[in-house]
């Protein structure tokens, strides 16, 4: 369901601005780089799809020429590291990470490096958001709306400690607040 949640959303934003709209990143892992493209074939065949993975893939101003003829380019988590110089030379409508819990080290390269992608706007598709520990949750939400909770340590004295050593509720309750709209 959240595959096809996103492809509606693409379609939505492409029916509503019939200029010429930049291409979206969908960025997940690589073992379901086919299943996006089989899908986005199935229910929206109207978008035009560019897969940016292997060692044949476009680079350079070449990429950026050929992203910029389509709706929706798919990457994987290893190649944004690789690629970030020229991701990021695209103003991307969208990116989407899928299996965003790829993210949940905010230390790791790979998230450093998808945080610096330019983006309209930015969703994340997780089914676990928080597999271990609420941090997490704060490295995606860093992702999609940087500062709603403050700084890593902030995050982690206001809203982590209290949650997961004492389990207090006031902290669950506001932590909940703050992040409840933006999690479907």
């Not at 101003?61 to 050929?66: A, G, H, K, R």
């Not at 809203?159 to 933006?182: C, K, N, S, W």
Request: charged share 20%; net charge neutral.
């Amino acid at each position: 369901g959240k595959t096809i949640q996103a492809i509606a959303l693409l379609l939505h934003e492409r029916q509503e601005d019939t200029d010429s709209h930049p291409p979206a990143l969908v960025i997940c892992p690589t073992s379901v780089v086919g299943n996006w493209r089989r899908e986005i074939q199935r229910f929206a065949p109207a978008l035009r799809v560019l897969v940016h993975h292997g060692g044949d893939r476009v680079r350079g101003e070449d990429f950026v020429s050929s992203a910029q003829q389509h709706d929706v380019v798919i990457s994987t988590y290893g190649l944004v590291q690789r690629d970030v110089e020229g991701l990021g030379q695209v103003a991307w409508s969208d990116v989407i990470l899928d299996e965003a819990q790829n993210i949940k080290n905010p230390h790791a390269k790979q998230t450093q490096a998808v945080r610096q992608l330019p983006a309209g706007n930015r969703v994340t598709l997780t089914g676990t958001p928080v597999e271990n520990r609420l941090s997490e949750l704060w490295s995606m939400m860093q992702f999609l709306n940087p500062g709603l909770l403050g700084s890593q340590r902030g995050f982690r004295d206001q809203f982590a400690l209290p949650i997961e050593r004492y389990q207090d509720a006031e902290a669950t309750t506001r932590l909940r607040r703050l992040v409840g709209p933006f999690i479907l």
